[in-house]
């Protein structure tokens, strides 16, 4: 098999020997380094490399370049190979240039000229890049491969949780899938079997659980001790920053997520206004990174399993879960996060999984390649999966009740989705009903404004309203506000019945609930700010307050 490409180009020649000498002298084992100086030359091998079915990993190009300029360069480059890395190269004076490439061309980096010594300013930055792209890139698959119907919530579910957990799949579709047909038919598959997932070593699964997958692909679904200092509910953001600080600071950490790591978050193509991050990075990115420092530091990870109650026994919480086993802790910490809001219109619980889906935009955008799709909600994460899912469809759309999404989306993401082309807002529009005959075809809309009705082709629906927290679970007469949102601190204060719950000689901690010794951090608690970094925040925080209370214990 060819190795990927690491393509440079730069009208002069003693730059390009310089970044192609280093270049080979780092990368040479794993990749092809290939370099010009000529524009013409370098469009024309590219058309070359594209039919031939070569990968390029990475373009790195020089800004200032006479026959076309940098940034234009990689725009045409990025039509022909848009999983590329792109990297620019620049002089102190091109600075701006660089940062505005950022956007018009979803710049990865800029490199400054000179860039010695290359293992200072170099390598890390190219290192991080390649890392990046070799975990979106698939050649010749090798992994577990997932057979089933496209409009199948069990297939969906499935995908979601391998995707979610950062597992690389291949999924084949049992109808349309040559691949998929010649396996379904040499392994006797009937219909009842799907969907079904084969793993590395050729053995098959058919209509497994998560569980069974989890036990398969090295998930942990067991604890392995029975005592620990602090019990992780959720693994979202906050709950990841919790188990990072938790575990560093030598508390034995158990972080416990029902489905997949990342929460909300996890799910977004891109979040772009992450601190430290100038050119953005993905939710699964971001979990990735999480996970792996989590780990490293002794944070053992429950998945897929969820916590079906808190019990009291003496000065310890015995966390209850799914399977009926049970885990003592000293504190918990509760970071369930919130689901999406489910939406009653008529005909989507019937489709749903059937080409309607709340989140997942990631997950099932493969499949609406050269379709019209809705986007439904008028925050980040419907804006980050406009954009991403704009990459597959023919058309999205996004439908919201306001009249535009200045009041409820960052300025980045809307300035980002008036300039793509095949993104439509539809403002004051809402579902009146979905349609479809075994998965959804089409959707009745109404105009806010006339109550007109229409009805539009559609070919899938990923649903962002609305913030649901996961507290249905939550007793030992945990105060939550009406909405479900788990009270913390002060603000219990103002329940008449606080009082006659909170039995320490001391007030809550901020982030404390009314049972002394279990906080709540992230978006399921009451007033927080909604957001990937103060989750983050709040994560880490929450142990500092577990600390304070271990001592008094």
Not at 132 to 139: A, L, S
Not at 142 to 154: A, E, H, M, N
Not at 426 to 445: F, N, P, S, W, Y
């Amino acid at each position: 098999m060819a190795l990927p490409i690491i393509f440079s180009i730069d009208d002069d020649p003693q730059v390009l020997r310089a970044i192609s000498r280093d270049l080979k002298s780092h990368y040479r084992e794993k990749y092809r380094i290939l370099s010009t100086t000529s524009v013409a030359e370098a469009m024309e091998s590219l058309l070359e490399l594209q039919n031939r079915g070569d990968e390029v990993a990475m373009f790195i190009s020089d800004q200032r370049m006479p026959e076309m300029q940098g940034v234009d360069f990689l725009q045409k480059a990025m039509k022909m190979f848009p999983f590329a890395k792109r990297v620019l190269l620049t002089a102190y004076s091109d600075t701006e240039a660089a940062i505005k490439a950022i956007n018009d061309v979803q710049l990865d980096y800029y490199l400054m000229k000179p860039w010695d010594p290359p293992e200072e300013k170099l390598y890390p930055a190219i290192d991080e890049l390649l890392r990046d792209w070799q975990g979106n890139y698939r050649p010749d698959f090798k992994g577990i491969k997932v057979i089933g119907y496209q409009f199948s919530p069990k297939a969906h579910e499935i995908k979601d949780f391998l995707a979610g957990n950062l597992v690389p799949y291949l999924w084949l579709d049992a109808e349309s899938n040559e691949t998929g047909r010649q396996i379904s038919q040499s392994n006797d598959l009937c219909p009842v079997d799907f969907p079904v997932v084969i793993f590395e070593d050729g053995s098959l699964l058919k209509t497994p659980s998560l569980i069974d997958i989890a036990e398969r692909i090295g998930l942990n679904p067991k604890t392995k001790q029975q005592i620990y200092d602090v019990v992780i509910i959720g693994a979202g953001p906050a709950g990841l920053a919790a188990s990072v600080y938790g575990a560093s600071e030598g508390l034995s950490t158990l972080l416990i997520e029902r489905k997949a790591p990342g929460g909300q978050a996890g799910t977004s193509s891109r979040i772009e206004n992450y601190l430290g991050f100038p050119t953005g990075l993905s939710g699964a990115e971001l979990t990735r990174r999480a996970i792996t420092q989590a780990t490293r530091f002794g944070t053992e990870f429950l998945s897929p399993q969820f916590v079906k109650e808190i019990k009291l026994k003496d000065k310890y919480k015995t966390v209850v879960l799914g399977d009926g086993s049970e885990v003592n802790a000293k504190a918990v910490v509760i970071t369930t996060g919130v689901d999406y809001r489910k939406l009653d219109t008529l005909g989507v619980e019937d489709f749903t999984g059937k080409g309607i889906y709340y989140g997942a935009a990631s997950t099932e955008a493969s499949s609406c390649g050269n379709k019209d799709v809705y986007v439904l909600g008028g925050g980040n994460s419907a804006g980050q999966a406009a954009m991403y899912l704009s990459k597959f469809a023919r058309n999205v759309y996004v439908l919201i009740r306001r009249n535009d999404l200045t009041s409820s989306m960052s300025s980045y993401l809307i300035d980002q989705i008036a300039g793509t082309e095949n993104i439509s807002v539809l403002g004051c529009t809402e579902i009146v009903e979905a349609q479809g005959d075994g998965h959804l075809e089409r959707l009745k809309l109404v105009d806010l404004n006339t109550n007109e009705e229409r009805t539009v082709p559609a070919d899938a629906l990923f649903i962002f309203i609305g913030a649901k927290p996961y507290t249905e679970w939550v007793g030992l007469e945990i105060i939550k506000n009406k909405k479900g949102f788990i009270e913390t601190g002060r603000e219990m204060k103002n329940y008449e019945n606080f009082r006659e719950i909170w039995k320490a000689d001391r007030d809550p901690y901020l982030l404390e609930t009314s049972s002394p010794g279990i906080f709540a951090a992230g978006d399921v608690r009451a007033g927080a700010m909604n957001r990937v970094t103060s989750a983050v925040g709040e994560g880490s925080m929450s142990i500092s307050f577990v600390h304070q209370y271990l001592s008094e214990v």
